[in-house]
């Protein structure tokens, strides 16, 4: 994405919200190098880059039917 003058961190309902997938999945997709990795925020937060998590959604190839 071009525009990352708007930086701005997701937590974890956000993510799941906007991916409609489960923290367990994240995580898990996480582990397998699928899916952006966490950013620390301070000592116990974590989140992930909302533009980062567009393009993860953008690059999702569309279903065939």
């Known amino acids: 994405m071009s525009d990352k003058g708007n930086l701005q961190f997701l937590r974890m309902p956000d993510v799941i919200r906007r ?3 489960s ?3 994240v995580y898990r997709r996480i582990g397998a190098g699928e899916f952006p990795r966490q ?3 301070s000592p116990n937060v974590v989140g992930w880059l909302d533009h980062e998590i567009t393009e993860w ?3 999702r190839p569309p279903v065939h039917t």
């Open 23 to 25: 923290r367990a999945t």
């Open 19 to 21: 991916t409609g997938m």
């Open 57 to 59: 959604i953008i690059s």
């Open 39 to 41: 950013r620390q925020i």
